[in-house]
């Protein structure tokens, strides 16, 4: 199946700085990513829609300038934590639609931010 | 709006017995579903998917999934489990709007009693 990438796999940062999160589909182009988020113990919810060559789409109570999303390419998709809290900290997924007929995603192995 | 619903937050079973993870989805025409597992600190691996034709989905590592329109359901299977099973599952759904986005139930965790 496809692959996504996703770097870094964890990150610690303090307090107030800012974070970028990449997500690569290494072997397809998609013109389509999404970013979720998930708390201990708790399901994935996701926070936008990143769409190659136009702004993201943010899902309702997600801060788009919290969250900065750009999708340069069709194999690259970023996440900005701009000014992260402690509250950031958390497990960021991505994933990728590879475009088929039932629109398949397939998913990052995840990014672990841990803001002190 | 398409979503679904996992009853049970924890199940326990012991390895070697059989296993039933429920589902339910809320859409009135037929959905695309996945049944996802998630190891501890880990990503999402597929499962199985079900979009259309035969009502038992086959999936990887033995597991199976049905579905039943009259019950709305899209329960996860397998026969007997292994220690290894012991994870985080999840039942998606693909929801049609703008884009197409997967909704994610809230999960069960599945643990295995020696």
């Known amino acids: 199946g496809a692959v996504v990438s996703q770097h870094p796999s964890w990150v610690i940062c303090k307090s107030g700085t800012s974070v970028k999160i990449e997500c690569r589909s290494l072997?397809?182009?998609?013109?389509?990513m999404f970013w979720y988020r998930q708390f201990p113990k708790q399901s994935l919810m996701l926070m936008a829609t990143?769409?190659?060559?136009?702004?993201?789409?943010?899902e309702q109570g997600v801060e788009k300038d919290k969250f900065l999303i750009n999708h340069a390419s069709l194999t690259l998709s970023t996440l900005t934590v701009t000014s992260a809290h402690p509250e950031d900290s958390s497990f960021y997924i991505c994933?990728?639609?590879?475009?088929?007929?039932?629109?398949?995603?397939?998913f990052g192995p995840g990014t672990r931010l841990t803001v002190l | 709006a398409q979503s679904v619903t996992q009853p049970d937050i924890h199940i326990t079973v012991s390895e070697g017995a059989s296993l039933e993870l429920r589902c339910n989805y809320s859409y009135g025409a037929t959905p695309y579903l996945f049944w996802y597992v998630q190891s501890p600190g880990q990503g999402l691996q597929l499962l199985l998917k079900?979009?259309?034709?035969?009502?038992l989905v086959q999936g990887i590592k033995g597991f199976e999934a049905e579905f039943k329109r009259s019950q709305s359901s899209f329960n996860l299977r397998k026969p007997s489990v292994h220690w290894s099973d012991a994870a985080e599952y999840f039942c998606a759904v693909l929801r049609y709007s703008s884009a197409s986005k997967i909704i994610f139930g809230s999960g069960t965790r599945l643990s295995i009693r020696p």
């Open positions: 079900y979009f259309s034709g035969d009502t």
């Open positions: 994933s990728a639609d590879s475009g088929g007929p039932y629109n398949e995603q397939f």
């Open positions: 072997d397809f182009q998609a013109t389509t």
């Open positions: 990143s769409n190659e060559g136009s702004k993201a789409t943010y």
